[in-house]
Nanobody
Framework: QVKLVESGGALVQPGSSLRLSCLAS????????MSWIRQAPGKRLEWVAD????????YYADSVKGRFTVSRDNAKNVAYLQMSSLKSEDTAVYYC?????WGQGTQVTVSS
């Protein structure tokens, strides 16, 4: 059974950094691209970043480029989203996704 579990969300101040984790199980992690997607209150889902299976290619939404970094540790079956220079508009529930499987999400709130 494919399972994704996000963690690391928190309430932080603007300008802070935060790292989210996505622990995967039930599939061959290194064979699969992983995505991070977020949903702000009252807004549509927004794709944030992708990383390919080997971690050699990454892609970012313009809204986070230069501030967020996606990475993975295939030995641990974990994908990460390192977020820096956080803004209030980054407040959202963050999900990791593998093909059609989504995690439960982790809340990130950026507020002073």
């Amino acid at each position: 059974q494919v399972k994704l579990v996000e963690s690391g969300g928190a309430l932080v101040q603007p300008g802070s950094s935060l790292r989210l984790s996505c622990l995967a199980s039930g599939f061959t992690f290194s064979d699969n691209d992983m995505s991070w997607i977020r949903q702000a209150p009252g807004k549509r889902l927004e794709w944030v970043a992708d990383i390919n299976g080997r971690g050699l290619a990454t892609y970012y939404a313009d809204s986070v480029k230069g501030r967020f970094t996606v990475s993975r540790d295939n030995a641990k079956n974990v994908a990460y989203l390192q977020m820096s220079s956080l803004k209030s508009e980054d407040t959202a529930v963050y999900y990791c996704k593998q093909r059609t499987t989504w995690g439960q999400g982790t809340q990130v709130t950026v507020s002073s």
